[in-house]
């Protein structure tokens, strides 16, 4: 469990130190306010739910299959960032998360066996041209690599704001139940108009009125 324990620390002390800048920052604050203790009462998954192969790439790489991968990948993907978002609760999709990983892995594994010339040197272009790996610089390392997919999978590039479009995801799994809205009875009715009304005993508070 000390790979849990870890990941479960890390994650408190993010919620702490959100906590602190929240008493400068109002808006920060109100996310915190949500913020429970965990107890006894709390079950958390076994380590052999949390160990799977994890994808051992360079940030380039991942940069240079990030189109084509989050196209492939995208059910998955969206899966997992529906369930993180309805359920709010990282223990209940370890399911799609590991849908993920398991399709990232397929997805360079297929560009290895038939690309892996062209995705190595796109990627080196990306890492070696520029400090923030800038695609504006391997524009033709890019368009090799792109012709391979195509030539081999035949998928291509996603058009260019393609992942900032608004889609409707499509999932098989059930959604959460909506918390039911607390009714609260009418409002006092006011005093009938021919209700009597003395003067104040004490005069009126609104003195500098009269």
């Known amino acids: 469990m000390g790979i849990c324990n870890d990941s479960y620390i890390s994650a408190a002390l993010v919620k702490i130190s959100c906590c602190v800048v929240g008493k400068r920052f109002r808006l920060i604050a109100q996310d915190c ?23 051992n790439l360079s ?23 529906l369930c993180r978002q309805e359920l709010d609760d990282p223990r209940a999709c370890l399911a799609e998360g590991r849908a993920v990983t398991s399709c ?3 997805f360079f594994r297929k560009v290895k066996k038939t690309c892996h010339e062209e ?3 796109y990627a080196t272009c990306l890492d070696k041209s520029s400090g923030t790996m ?10 090799v690599f792109d012709k391979c997919i195509k030539d081999n999978f035949d998928w291509d590039r996603p058009s260019y704001g393609y992942f900032s479009r608004a889609k409707i995801v499509k999932s098989a799994r059930e959604a959460p139940k909506k918390e ?10 006011g005093l009938p108009e021919d209700y009597p009304k003395p003067p104040a005993k004490y005069g009126s508070r609104f003195h500098w009125l009269e």
């Open 33 to 55: 306010s949500a913020i429970m203790v965990i107890t006894n009462n709390t079950t958390l998954p076994e380590e052999s739910e949390l160990n799977v192969q994890e994808l």
């Open 59 to 81: 940030s380039a790489a991942l940069r240079a299959g990030s189109f084509h991968l989050g196209k492939q990948c995208e059910q998955a993907n969206n899966e997992f960032m």
């Open 104 to 106: 990232a892995l397929d």
């Open 119 to 121: 995705f190595t040197q």
């Open 134 to 143: 800038a695609f504006s610089h391997c524009r033709k390392t890019q368009g």
């Open 180 to 189: 039911e809205k607390v009714s609260y009875p009418d409002a006092t009715p």
